[in-house]
């Protein structure tokens, strides 16, 4: 991957007054991550957030929008501390470096394993996505699902050529239109509110059957708000930027960001869910498509028919590029390790070539066969996630000296619960 150089980096001891002067202030270095870290997070599992988690019933839901921002916010802050605890390098040598080589390898592979996941779903949502808008809003057939998904991977893999610096700041642009299309999107949505989904609430849900639903839904709501995959770039550059402000200039990035993912995020999942029926919401799940293609199908009017699908367009790819960055950094990390062992070392442009062929193969044949996108993130993307996102840090704050300063904190316990909540999941739907 491209290296994203800040003058700090090049020359650090000249820019120790900068460094502290800018670590007082709000800057234009923070508000392009904070809309890097919302634009890796908004994509595939917000657009099917509404279906989920809609489909469990009104009670659920509520409780799922009030664990929104602390589930978010104290999991990724506490994969960021771990970052920056590291000496140097990204999160594939800090874990290394604290748990030791064979402990590194492992953690590293749970990482890559942890995103890899989630660039196959976007692969599938991107072709489906497109595949039906030329369908429904254009009237036309679409290529064979191999070509037009060779097609869309081999573009996306065109701009990640661009380098990470470059990827960061089109997410981040991209945000402020795909912000407003959202929130106009679900404000246009108001006329057709209905009281289908409040008289799910008044017939009640029996205590087992809402926990169980509540169970369930956890792994994909740790899904639709998930970057961790930039959270190891992004602990970095905050590094290199800031020093010893790292991690209080950190928090308040992440606190903004969050802040924005919930309000708008949840806006948008509550105006969909009240404009749907539970029938419809059933159909859209069943359809295996985001519920912005949904919409564009059930609702007539051509607002909606055409700028849903776009939005769902730019949100996925978006969040694709963001993804790619940990993925890649997962992938070469792996590599890295196992020639280390051997004694051996490949060159930068060998293991960016190696990681262009293996991603575009895989992401190519998952799109064609198109399985369950739903079903992936509950069995493969959000269980992992919770490992890594919620688990291994906490484990790190009791068994890493620079990091005990954080041990004793209850949303320490609040993190292990939700992500021992998310792991079990995967345990009851692998059971027949």
Not at 296 to 318: D, E, G, M, S, W
Request: aromatic content about 10%.
């Amino acid at each position: 991957m491209t290296d994203v150089r800040t003058p700090a980096a090049e020359n650090p001891a000249v820019d120790l007054t900068r460094t502290a002067s800018a670590s007082k202030g709000w800057s234009k270095h923070d508000t392009t991550w904070m809309l890097g870290l919302y634009g890796t997070a908004i994509g595939a599992g917000t657009l099917f957030l509404p279906i989920n988690a809609g489909v469990g019933g009104f009670w659920p839901l509520i409780v799922l929008a009030l664990l929104a921002f602390p589930m978010t916010f104290f999991a990724h802050r506490g994969l960021t501390r771990f970052v920056l605890s590291g000496r140097s390098g990204d999160i594939t040598e800090v874990v290394e470096e604290h748990f030791g080589i064979g402990a590194g390898k492992l953690i590293t592979l749970l990482y890559f394993f942890a995103i890899f996941p989630i660039l196959l779903v976007y692969s599938v949502a991107l072709t489906n996505t497109l595949s039906s808008f030329m369908e429904h809003q254009l009237h036309m057939a679409p290529p064979p699902r191999a070509i037009l998904s060779l097609l869309l991977i081999l573009g996306l893999m065109a701009i990640v050529r661009c380098g990470q610096g470059v990827i960061v700041k089109a997410m981040s642009v991209l945000v402020y239109p795909f912000v407003a299309a959202l929130l106009l999107l679900a404000l246009s949505l108001i006329p057709n509110w209905n009281g289908a989904f409040f008289a799910s609430a008044g017939e009640g849900m029996s205590l087992p059957l809402f926990f169980k639903t509540l169970w369930l839904a956890i792994p994909v709501m740790v899904f639709s708000f998930n970057h961790s995959p930039i959270i190891s770039a992004f602990a970095v550059d905050q590094k290199r930027q800031y020093g010893a402000q790292a991690e209080s200039k950190s928090s308040g990035i992440l606190a903004v960001a969050h802040s924005m993912m919930v309000l708008t995020v949840m806006f948008f999942c509550f105006s969909c869910v009240l404009s749907l029926s539970p029938a419809d919401l059933a159909a859209a799940k069943a359809q295996n498509i985001s519920i912005l293609s949904y919409l564009a199908n059930h609702f007539q009017t051509p607002v909606i028919a055409y700028a849903a699908p776009l939005i769902a367009l730019v949100a996925i790819t978006k969040s694709f590029l963001g993804h790619y960055i940990g993925a890649s950094e997962g992938f070469q990390g792996l590599i890295v390790k196992s020639l280390r062992s051997r004694g051996r070392v490949a060159s930068s442009k060998t293991l960016e070539r190696l990681t262009a062929l293996f991603m575009v193969l895989t992401c190519w044949a998952v799109a064609t066969f198109n399985p369950s996108i739903l079903g992936m993130i509950e069995t493969l993307g959000g269980p992992v996630i919770a490992c890594l996102l919620f688990l291994m840090p906490m484990y790190a704050i009791r068994r890493v000296p620079s990091l005990r300063q954080y041990s004793g904190q209850l949303s320490n316990l609040f993190v292990v619960l939700i992500g021992l909540i998310a792991l079990s999941a995967i345990i009851f739907s692998c059971v027949p």
